[in-house]
C-alpha cells in the first residue's frame, strides 16, 4: 500500500497537484516503516528533472514520519524496534551482501525461475484454459498502435528513472541489512520484500519490450498464467485450513479440549508449491493459535513443533527464536494433517520431534555442504537451523 500510496502521490506531482501529492505521500509514509526507499526514489527522479519542488512534495512528508519514528522508538521507547541487536560495524556489510544476492535471486535467479515454473504447473489444464480466455480479453481491449505502445519517456527520462529505482533498491537492500531480519526470499511472506527489486525489473521489462508486440504478449500470458496458478494454489490451501478449523471444531464439539493443557502440533506447516514449503499454515505459533481460536472461540497456548525445536531434559528449546520453554508432565499433541490427538511425555516427544519432516523453504537447502552453503552462514549464521 506504501508504494500504491506514493505512486499516486507521483502522478499528482506530475500532474502539478500539490496538495493531492503531498496527501498521499502523507498517507504512503506512515502506513509503513519501507516507505523511505520509494519517497527518496521517486524524489530524487525530480531532483534530477531540476523539479526541485515537485522532490520536496514527495520527501518532506516521509522525513516527517522518519522524525515520528525515531522520537516514538528512540525518545520514548515505544513501538517495533527494527533495528537489530547484534549489528555491528563489521556485520552490517555482510548483511548488505546477503540481501544483495537473495535479491538477485528471488527476482531473476534460480528461485524466480523456480517459482515462475511451479505456478504455470500449478495453474494445470483448467488454469491454462482459465489463462487464454484472460489474455485473449486483455489482449482484445488493450489493442494498441505501435507508437502507443513505446514507454511514454524519452532516452533522458528513462535513464534517469532507471537510475532513481536503483537507488531505491539500493536504499532498500540498505534498510533490510540494517534490520537483519528479512533476507529476499521468493516463498512464502518473504516474497514481500522483493516488491522494491520487482519494481526495477518491471520497469526495465518495459523498456525491453517497448512496441514489440510479441514480446509483450509472451511476457503478458505467461505473466497472466503465473498468476492464475498461484491463484489456484492459495485458493486450494485456503480449503485446506478450512478443513482443518472445521476438523477441529467437530473435535471440540466431540470432546471439549482442554485450553488449560500444554498443546503441541505437527504437520500443517506449509502449502506445498512442488518442491518447496510455499504459503504459511501452522508453522508459527500465532497461525496454531488462531485455528484453535477460530475452531473453539477459546484461547489455547499452542506451539508448532518442527526439526528446529529441540527437546531438552523437561523443557523445549526452539533454535530459530532461541527460546526455551518449560514443559509440564502431560502433553497434547495434535496432528494437523490427520486431527489426532494423543498424551505424551516430554520423553515420548523427543522421539517425535526426531521423526518430523525438514521444511523445504529454499533450493540452498538441497545442496550438499560445500562453498555456497559455507557463504550463506557465513553472511547470517542465524539461519544455520534450516540446514539441521
Known sequence: MSLGFYAWAFCAAQNNKRSLAVATALAGSFISYGSTPIALGFGIWFWMKNQRAKARWLIFPNLLYVAYYLSLTRVFGLG?????????VA????????QVLSSVDATIGISFIC???LSCLAAGWIGL???VGIFFIINRASRK?????????????CAKMTLALVIM????LGMFAVTGLYPQVAFNLGNRVVLYSALLVVWLLAIWIGSSKWKYQSILFFSILCAVGLSRHWRSFAQTQAKIIGGLAELDRAKPLDSSACWLTKGGRYSRLGWFDHIEGAS?????????KLATGRRFSVLPLSRFTKVEDDSIVNIKYGVRIMLPKKIQLLNFDTLEVQSITPMQLDAEVKLLPQDH????????????????????????YIFQ
Not at 524496534?81 to 547484534?86: A, E, M
Not at 533498491?169 to 532498500?172: E, P, Q, R, S, Y
Not at 508459527?284 to 484453535?292: I, K, L, N, P, S
Open 145 to 157: 498502435s505501435t507508437s502507443e505502445m513505446q514507454p511514454p519517456l524519452d532516452r533522458s527520462d
Open 80 to 88: 517495533i524496534q527494527r533495528i537489530g541487536r547484534d549489528l555491528t
Open 91 to 98: 556485520t552490517l556489510p555482510k548483511q548488505y551482501l546477503l
Open 361 to 384: 523453504r529454499h533450493w540452498i537447502q538441497r545442496l550438499p555442504e560445500g562453498t555456497a552453503r559455507s557463504l550463506v552462514l557465513r553472511l547470517m549464521p542465524k539461519v544455520e
Open 169 to 172: 533498491v539500493t536504499l532498500a
Open 115 to 117: 517459482k515462475m515454473f
Open 129 to 131: 484454459g482459465i489463462s
Open 284 to 292: 508459527e505459533e500465532w497461525v496454531a493459535t488462531a485455528y484453535f
